[in-house]
């Protein structure tokens, strides 16, 4: 047993610290990509009407799905996890979405993402941006008043040193401490659950998400 623990640990310290360098080599590119940007930005101003033009267009068909870009409903395994059954649009949107779950576990969504690179936000973040991050194949950990101070530091602490995973405040759920990802949720107990660590080992970068490698920096910060 000891062996196995200690292998599984291994792995999943390989698996982070992989994600890590993969961060870090998007941060290089995008910044090596933001400098080339700027060379062309005279061409970009030139064809930026059209792209406005092209951006109404989008959000006059976009808009009127808005209310529908999630519809279903969960089904619960026997591990715990409520795997969403259904539709989960992925149209970047300017509306206001309204979700079908809370907190919301995909559907059409902003076209920034929160940044969710072990990121821990104080206060509530626009559930819109926090749906990109799933797409990007990350864990959402939430938490409302019922959750203990020693819970929400512990889990805090987690998600810090966690790649492809951010926390914050959703006062609405209807449990004091849920996981999120895309398409996949569920409740625990506590922080000290084990159902933590299996869900941040199964769903974190897992097979569940439509942009396996996607950035979480670079995006939307409090």
């Given at each position: 047993m ?9 792995q999943?310290?390989a698996r982070i610290e992989?994600?890590?360098?993969a961060?870090?080599s ?8 933001t400098?080339?940007?700027s060379?062309v930005v ?6 930026g ?5 092209k951006?109404q ?23 715990g ?6 539709k ?17 576990v ?6 920034v993402w ?9 206060k509530?973040?626009?559930?819109m941006?926090?749906?990109?991050s799933?797409?990007?194949?990350a864990?959402?950990?939430t938490y409302?008043?019922k959750a203990?101070?020693a ?7 987690k998600?810090k040193k966690?790649?492809y995973t ?7 759920q209807?449990a004091?401490?849920?996981?999120s990802a ?8 506590s922080a ?5 660590d ?14 396996p490698g996607?950035?979480?920096t670079?995006g939307?910060?409090?």
């Amino acid at each position: 047993m000891g062996s196995a623990k200690n292998t599984s640990t291994a792995q999943r310290k390989a698996r982070i610290e992989e994600l890590r360098r993969a961060e870090r080599s998007r941060e290089r590119r995008n910044r090596i990509l933001t400098i080339a940007a700027s060379v062309v930005v005279v061409a970009g101003l030139v064809v930026g009407g059209v792209v406005l033009v092209k951006s109404q267009s989008d959000d006059k068909d976009t808009s009127a799905s808005d209310s529908k870009s999630a519809s279903g409903h969960f089904v619960t395994g026997t591990d715990g996890v409520k795997t969403w059954k259904g539709k989960l649009g992925r149209t970047h949107v300017t509306k206001t979405v309204t979700y079908p779950m809370e907190p919301p576990v995909g559907g059409d969504h902003n076209q920034v993402w929160m940044n969710c690179n072990g990121d821990v936000y104080t206060k509530a973040v626009n559930n819109m941006n926090a749906v990109h991050s799933l797409e990007h194949g990350a864990v959402w950990v939430t938490y409302n008043s019922k959750a203990s101070d020693a819970d929400v530091k512990a889990l805090a602490a987690k998600v810090k040193k966690t790649p492809y995973t951010l926390m914050s405040p959703v006062d609405d759920q209807k449990a004091p401490i849920m996981l999120s990802a895309w398409g996949k949720q569920r409740t625990v107990k506590s922080a000290s659950d084990p159902d933590v660590d299996k869900f941040f080992a199964e769903f974190v970068q897992g097979k569940q998400t439509p942009e396996p490698g996607a950035a979480c920096t670079n995006g939307l910060a409090q």
